[in-house]
């Protein structure tokens, strides 16, 4: 019988980041008011509700197109690097791992499960953090934005994070058995579009919300029965 895999998202599932990138959206749409036409605001229930999923340039254009802008590449590519720049300045100020990460990553390394990451934040943003965490030992596979041509809610990239991992399990990885770990429906979409389970955290939803799209779902990874994970991915104590 096959192995089981563990794939997590990274921002509101490992780092508590969504509060810093949606005030990056806002500094770089004020900074570029007079590029863009006009200045737009993104309040918190639009991002988390419209926008959270998105990388970066896709949420740009989202952004602007629901605005009734239709933003060139270039001026794209250029609101990405602004806040690429204004993010790499403020790596130091995420909190520590969500609630219940750290242990989690843990306990899934105590059973021998091979984990990775999917998400639409940069390399250099997820790897800094996870220094920071000292979890970075822990992620064999990561697959940020610059590895996929289209990001969630398409399937590519979480494709891609159980390809890989199974490449370092030597094809004996079972993707009935395996399991993402999300926080929001676009994010979950695209890890059923891959053949992949899904725990939703209610960390940047409710939690009614998250039972609507995730097939096991908590408030937080706090509240998730390790003992039961062990029966969802068909694991027992490392010997």
């Not at 490992?14 to 990056?24: G, R, S």
């Not at 220094?131 to 289209?150: C, G, M, Q, W």
């Not at 990001?151 to 993402?180: E, H, M, T």
């Amino acid at each position: 019988m096959g192995e089981a895999c563990v794939i997590f998202d990274f921002d509101g599932v490992i780092a508590n980041t969504e509060e810093l990138h949606l005030a990056a959206y806002n500094q770089v749409l004020l900074a570029a008011g007079k590029d863009v036409g006009r200045v737009i605001q993104i309040t918190p229930e639009r991002y988390f509700s419209r926008y959270i999923v998105f990388g970066n340039y896709e949420a740009f254009r989202l952004m602007l197109q629901d605005q009734g802008i239709e933003p060139p590449a270039t001026l794209l590519i250029n609101l990405c690097a602004l806040k690429d720049k204004i993010m790499d300045g403020r790596m130091g100020e995420a909190p520590a791992p969500m609630p219940g990460v750290t242990e989690l990553i843990k306990y899934l390394a105590s059973r021998n499960v091979l984990c990775g990451i999917c998400s639409g934040a940069r390399r250099a943003e997820i790897t800094t953090l996870l220094k920071a965490f000292t979890l970075n030992h822990y992620f064999p596979v990561i697959v940020s934005i610059e590895d996929v041509a289209r990001s969630k809610p398409d399937p590519q990239g979480y494709c891609l994070a159980f390809d890989r991992i199974n490449a370092l399990s030597d094809g004996n990885l079972d993707i009935a058995k395996s399991l993402v770990i999300e926080d929001t429906e676009g994010g979950a979409a695209a890890a059923h579009g891959a053949k992949l389970r899904v725990l939703g955290v209610a960390t940047t939803s409710s939690l009614n919300s998250v039972q609507k799209w995730a097939d096991l779902s908590f408030a937080n990874l706090l509240d998730v029965p390790l003992q039961q994970l062990d029966q969802w991915l068909g694991v027992t104590a490392a010997g």
